[in-house]
C-alpha cells in the first residue's frame, strides 16, 4: 500500500519557521502533483500549496501566500513545506497528499493519496 508520511511538525513561537517533509513509500509519484492541505479543530480542511508534478508550477491559499513555500525533490520522492513567519492561526495538522493529475490545485477530491498528517503548532 502507498504511503505518504509527514514529518517536522512541532511547536514554534510566532513569527518563527518550519519546514515540513512528506516522503512517499512504495511507489514514486514523479508524474503527479503533490499538495499540502491542513486540518484545524473543529474546521473544514483547507488548501495549504500545491506543486505540479515538475515543480514548475506552484499554486498557495490566500492564508499563506508570501510566507510558505512549496517545493519537491523527484529524486527523493519527497515534498516539502517551508513554513515562515507563522502566526498563531496557522496551528493545524498538516496532510501531504498526491494528486491525480500532473497539475492539481486546491479541490481536495483531486487528490488521491494522503498522509496521516503532523501538528504544527503556534504559540503567541
Known amino acids: 500500500q502507498v504511503q505518504l508520511v509527514e514529518s517536522g511538525g512541532g511547536q514554534v513561537q510566532t513569527g518563527g519557521s518550519l519546514r515540513l517533509s512528506c516522503v512517499a513509500s512504495?511507489?514514486?509519484?514523479?508524474?503527479?502533483?503533490m499538495g499540502w492541505f491542513r486540518q484545524a479543530p473543529g474546521q473544514e480542511r483547507e488548501f495549504v500549496a500545491s506543486?505540479?508534478?515538475?515543480?514548475?508550477?506552484?499554486s498557495y491559499g490566500d492564508s499563506v501566500k508570501g510566507r510558505f513555500t512549496i517545493s519537491r525533490d523527484n529524486s527523493k520522492n519527497a515534498l516539502y513545506l517551508q513554513m515562515n513567519s507563522l502566526k498563531p492561526e496557522d496551528a493545524a495538522v498538516y496532510y501531504c497528499?498526491?494528486?491525480?493529475?500532473?497539475?492539481?490545485?486546491?479541490?481536495?477530491?483531486?487528490?488521491?493519496?494522503w498522509g496521516r498528517g503532523t501538528q504544527v503548532t503556534v504559540s503567541a
Open positions: 506543486i505540479s508534478w515538475n515543480g514548475g508550477a506552484t
Open positions: 497528499a498526491a494528486g491525480r493529475r500532473a497539475i492539481s490545485g486546491s479541490n481536495a477530491g483531486d487528490y488521491t493519496t
Open positions: 512504495r511507489r514514486n509519484f514523479w508524474n503527479n502533483a
